[in-house]
């Protein structure tokens, strides 16, 4: 990765205690009971509650997943909101990162704005599913707020009405008894709460949210039938509850939910057919760059198309979220409207019809830089999860990407030293549910490559693993990119537009030619040795760039045998691999 170009998020630390609180740089407190709560929220707080939702959350995952019927009974609410969350977590901690590295002062904290808008931001381009791309924006409705004025009990009690409202016009069809109704009820509540005492403001609003949520099972009648409470609700409850303890210093208590043994009687105004049986095949989410008129006309198209529309976001850049039968129209749409990416298609008809399949013995997971290895991996039978440039993925993501493969053993492969700790937390997330998982520590794609070139399911686990963590271990790794920014490098000082030349992650070459520095960084890794030299082209590698470089193998380094792939988008414009 270039120096100065954006860093990979670092894995979350552990939340900062509660007792810090009183220690807040940017928020006035007062005294109760001899300890300091804030009046106003500032950074510590908003990061300090993002990190204390994502564990309640974390918490709360398998209960809100199992409640999880509606507007689809696809039992991922809970992980969906999770992986919202976590998202807005990194980008709060990137703001922490970045304000420590300009300032150089650790004590010091950035300002409200800087950490609400990154909250927003975070959960704005990790949104999923249909209650995470909600949260995402009360979250954004909160922020607006905050970004405006103090975060003090009135800013609280504004936030809180602007979040409800612009969730509320981000949904195409709202239906009562949902996250809905729970959002509204925690903003009335909180106005209701008079004084200036925002733990108190803080504190109405999510006993607001709790009782509406108890209703909501009376609201809408697919929750009564099943008799459970609306999971994306429930989950705001628990975001609310990490918002309290986080301006008190004091947990909320959480009461453990049983389903009841009957029914529950149903509202007169309840609508009984809120959800209806063989609904839309497909999910279907993307990030989607485009202004707001194009937007608009985007919700007409897709509202024709499907239900379950939302459309959040702003200022050019929108999380898009739509249940349909023609996944294909729905991803067309977005194309005319402006530039979709990050798309994902999940296929609801197949988990309805198909009987639950037996686990495979063995699977690989596999983080890689961009779709052309994700298309290798996947064929080699490796399932792919895609780290695009500056969006690493996160723990929860990995974690549920183990689970996708369906197995009892699995080998991780995350492909970038940076993401060593994030791997082995979701690791060790999926071994709680009795999958025996092997984290091989692979530093670049091309020891990925290595690694699942050897991997044989046919062998006993721990044997597979040493062979693959060998192959991984003998493949020096190099990288072609570009500076950003003016940089010390191990090479010297680079300036932003410089070709570098990197080696295990070091940069040992500084130049303006990308196929001359190229070819520097080769005859150096073999210079060492080697028989296999593998090239990993992006798309936005020169013309004849891999043809060069296998003609100066043939010539200049005798048995040595070249391999070739097109890595398509990826952050590097080539990536060499030297067994």
């Known amino acids: 990765m270039a120096p100065g170009g954006p860093r990979p998020v670092p894995p979350r630390p552990p939340p900062p205690p509660v007792r810090r609180i009183a220690r807040l740089p940017c928020g006035s407190t007062r005294s109760q009971g001899g300890r300091q709560v804030p009046q106003t929220l500032d950074a510590v707080a908003v990061r300090t509650w993002c990190s204390l939702a994502l564990e309640a959350l974390g918490r709360a995952r398998e209960e809100i997943d199992a409640i999880n019927v509606y507007p689809v009974a696809d039992g991922d609410t809970g992980t969906n909101l999770y992986l919202t969350v976590e998202s807005a977590v990194q980008a709060v901690e990137a703001v922490f990162t970045a304000h420590e590295t300009v300032t150089g002062a650790a004590a010091s904290a950035p300002a409200l704005a800087d950490a609400v808008r990154a909250m927003a931001h975070g959960a704005l381009i990790g949104a999923r599913g249909n209650s995470g791309t909600i949260l995402a924006q009360l979250l954004r409705g909160m922020a607006q707020v905050f970004s405006d004025r103090a975060a003090d009990a009135e800013g609280l009690r504004r936030a809180l009405r602007r979040a409800s409202e612009s969730a ?99 509202a007169d105004d309840c609508p009984a057919d809120a959800v209806q049986e063989g609904g839309p095949a497909f999910e279907v989410i993307y990030l989607l760059e485009a202004d707001d008129a194009a937007v608009s006309r985007l919700r007409t198209r897709l509202d024709g198309l499907g239900d379950s529309l939302v459309v959040v976001g702003g200022d050019g850049l929108w999380n898009v979220h739509v249940h349909v039968d023609d996944a294909g129209a729905a991803v067309e749409a977005g194309v005319e409207a402006g530039r979709p990416y990050r798309i994902r298609i999940t296929h609801f008809a197949a ?44 723990s929860g993501e990995l974690a549920e990407a183990i689970r996708r493969a369906h197995a009892r053993e699995v080998v991780l492969l995350p492909n970038d030293a940076d993401l060593r700790h994030t791997a082995a937390a979701a690791a060790e997330q999926v071994r709680a549910d009795g999958v025996r998982v092997a984290l091989i520590p692979t530093r670049a794609a091309v020891q990925g490559i290595a690694a699942l070139a050897v991997h044989e399911p046919d062998r006993r686990f721990d044997e597979d693993v040493v062979a693959m963590t060998s192959a991984a271990g003998a493949t020096r790794y190099g990288e072609l990119t570009v500076a950003e920014r003016q940089s010390w490098t191990m090479a010297g000082i680079c300036q932003a537009g410089d070709v570098l030349g990197l080696i295990d992650g070091d940069v040992v070459v500084i130049g303006s030619d990308l196929t001359a520095a190229a070819r520097t960084v080769l005859d150096r890794m073999l210079a060492a040795g080697g028989e296999m030299v593998t090239l990993v082209l992006g798309e936005d590698a020169p013309a004849g760039l891999a043809e060069y470089l296998e003609a100066h193998v043939r010539e200049s380094h005798l048995a040595v045998d070249t391999i070739t792939y097109d890595g398509g988008r990826q952050s590097s414009p080539l990536l060499i691999g030297v067994e």
């Open 168 to 266: 509320y016009q981000a949904v195409a069809h709202p239906v009562e008894g949902t996250v809905l109704t729970v959002a509204t009820a925690a903003a009335d509540a909180a106005e209701s709460a008079g004084g200036d005492d925002t733990t108190g403001v803080a504190r109405a609003a999510y006993e607001g949210a709790r009782v509406a949520l108890d209703e909501t099972p009376r609201q809408l009648a697919v929750l009564g039938r099943a008799g459970v409470v609306d999971a994306g609700g429930r989950g705001l409850v628990a975001v609310l509850g990490a918002l309290v303890e986080a301006v008190s210093g004091e947990a909320v208590a959480v009461r453990k939910r049983e389903a009841p043994a009957a029914p529950l009687s149903m």
């Open 351 to 394: 988990d309805r019809v198909a009987p639950p399949r037996e686990r495979a013995q063995r699977a690989v997971v596999a983080v890689v830089p961009g779709e052309g290895l994700a298309g290798l991996c996947a064929e080699a039978g490796a399932t792919t999860v895609l780290a695009r440039p500056g969006e690493p993925p996160a």
